[in-house]
Nanobody, 128 residues
């Protein structure tokens, strides 16, 4: 079993930055694709970004391209989501998720149903 703990959310002004972390524990020896998702009140959960097990392949939703950067440190079993130039519409609960499936295409890794393990979520609020 794999456990994920996501953290790093908070309240930030428009234009500000936050870095989310997703720490894995338990059976971490597998080759996991990691995805970040978000869900705003009254909206469906949407894919934000994903990264391959090696970190060599990354994908982003159009709405965050150029502003968010996903990375991973496999020595620390941690994936990061650096979020810059934040906008009010980025306000949501952010979740990280993991799967052993190889999801190198955005069309695949943006789908929440393809993931088996989920973090508890961390709130990001962008407001002045």
């Amino acid at each position: 079993q794999l456990q994920l703990v996501d953290s790093g959310g908070g309240l930030v002004q428009p234009g500000g930055s936050l870095r989310l972390s997703c720490a894995a524990s338990g059976f971490t020896r597998g080759y996991y694709t990691i995805g970040w998702f978000r869900q705003a009140p009254g909206k469906e959960r949407e894919g934000v970004s994903c990264i391959s097990s090696s970190g060599g392949s990354t994908n982003y939703a159009d709405s965050v391209k150029g502003r968010f950067t996903i990375s991973r440190d496999n020595a620390k079993d941690t994936v990061y989501l650096q979020m810059n130039s934040l906008k009010p519409e980025d306000t949501a609960v952010y979740y990280c998720a993991a799967t052993l499936r190889l999801l190198s295409l955005w069309a695949l890794c943006k789908e929440s149903g393809r993931y088996d393990y989920w973090g508890q979520g961390t709130q990001v609020t962008v407001s002045s």
